[in-house]
């Protein structure tokens, strides 16, 4: 996946008129014999109250009974219906007692988030050799003291080396464990000696729209290294295509998301790690609309990594291509081959059967088939209906571990 960014630069330049202002001459007016009795009342009320609390000062009167008096009084005339309002201030405070978390989550997060450089090679007409270079930068969380890092596939993809930027500028080497370019996951690991800091991982499957969270990368590389975002969580099981026609549940979060933060992580408030940076939406007019990877979707495929150097998925035991009615449109997958030993074979599947649903839902391009594999695991059954000599026909197929396509048996 290649995350989109345009810089916008303003091109506003402030308009500016004459006005004239005019200041008005002070109009003078005689006063009428009636404004000059109601000023007199006025003071001559003034004057009485002064000289009645120069008596009760005098005297020992008890203020505070002589307040409680005036209140009373106030409130035999049932002032408190007044329409007068007065503004009222609401304290908001978080989940977390206060803002100050973001601040500890920054803390016990952040040693754990690294910089990815993904170097390849290019030709040098000057000095008539190839050179390294730096063909993208992305952002990664150490998950365990192994050294093993977490990242996206597209931050590694076509790396010729990778280097791993740790918290205080270090660059290190770091291999390649597997890449998974379905889900978007790489698995990277350094030298244990360099592991400082680990982030934990929380449970995604607990997350809630409205949560507060905060992201933590290195956008735009380098330079802006160890960024804090913060925002809430606003969808869960935001369901995107990928680019590879793979639909994974994402998180979606207000939280600035920006290119280079690929890779880094998503946190929950109590600093653990609940998705992994994925992608954002570059359109013109549109802000704040970030997604991770749920942290629970990426631990299976962490494991198969480190265990096999690839994701096992459910397959089906068969390979597929288009097949088209006759006016051009796709009709549904032409099985042009059964493996033995599989789940398709052992249900009954043939070559030259067409796949017309998985699950009831309809099928007519391989990636409405992984789309559907994605959310099953192996020893799943699922129901697949074919056309076979002009009838439609279902087929119960326990899904089973991947093949070995290239063998000719």
């Excluded at 699950?359 to 697949?384: A, C, E, Q, R, Y």
Aim: charged share 20%; hydrophobic share 40%; no cysteine.
């Amino acid at each position: 996946m290649t995350d989109k960014f345009d810089f916008e630069t303003p091109n506003y330049q402030p308009s500016y008129s004459p006005i004239n202002f005019e200041i008005p001459k002070t109009i003078r007016k005689k006063k009428s014999a009636k404004e000059y009795i109601v000023a007199g009342l006025i003071g001559g009320l003034i004057g009485a109250l002064l000289i009645s609390i120069f008596f009760m000062a005098y005297f020992g009167v008890n203020f505070n009974n002589f307040k409680n008096d005036i209140n009373s009084t106030l409130n035999s005339f049932n002032l408190n219906n007044s329409t007068t309002t007065e503004p009222i201030t609401k304290t908001v405070v978080l989940n977390s007692g206060d803002s100050s978390f973001v601040t500890d989550v920054a803390q016990k997060v952040g040693p754990a988030i690294v910089g990815i450089k993904n170097k390849g090679t290019a030709y040098n007409w000057w000095t008539d050799e190839e050179q390294e270079i730096t063909m993208g930068e992305g952002s990664g969380v150490i998950i365990s003291k192994d050294g093993y890092v977490v990242t996206n596939n597209h931050v590694v993809s076509g790396a010729k080396s990778v280097t791993v930027i740790l918290s205080g500028k270090k660059e290190v080497p770091a291999t390649i464990v597997g890449t998974d370019a379905l889900s978007d996951i790489a698995l990277l690991k350094i030298d244990p000696k360099y592991v400082k800091a680990v982030a934990p991982l929380g449970d995604s499957s607990k997350v809630k729209v409205g949560e507060f969270v905060v992201a933590i990368g290195n956008p735009l590389g380098q330079e802006f290294a160890g960024t804090v975002t913060f925002g809430v969580v606003s969808a869960v099981n935001r369901k995107l295509d990928m680019g590879n026609g793979i639909q994974i549940p994402l998180i979606q979060t207000d939280a600035a998301i920006n290119p280079g933060n690929s890779g880094g992580a998503l946190v929950n408030s109590s600093g653990e790690v609940i998705g992994i940076n994925t992608a954002k939406i570059s359109q013109t007019g549109v802000e704040g609309m970030g997604f991770a990877i749920p942290i629970n979707y990426v631990k299976p495929i962490i494991n198969d990594l480190m265990k096999y150097k690839k994701v096992l998925r459910p397959t089906i035991g068969i390979s597929v291509m288009e097949y088209y009615d006759r006016s051009g449109n796709v009709m549904g997958m032409y099985i042009s081959r059964v493996y033995p030993g599989t789940g398709a074979a052992k249900a009954g599947l043939k070559e030259g059967d067409i796949i017309l649903q998985i699950d009831g839902k309809k099928v007519t391009t391989f990636s409405d088939i992984l789309s559907i594999l994605s959310n099953h695991k192996i020893g799943d059954v699922i129901t697949i209906r074919v056309l076979r000599d002009g009838q439609t026909k279902d087929f119960k197929v326990t899904l089973g571990t991947p093949i070995d396509t290239t063998t000719n048996d």
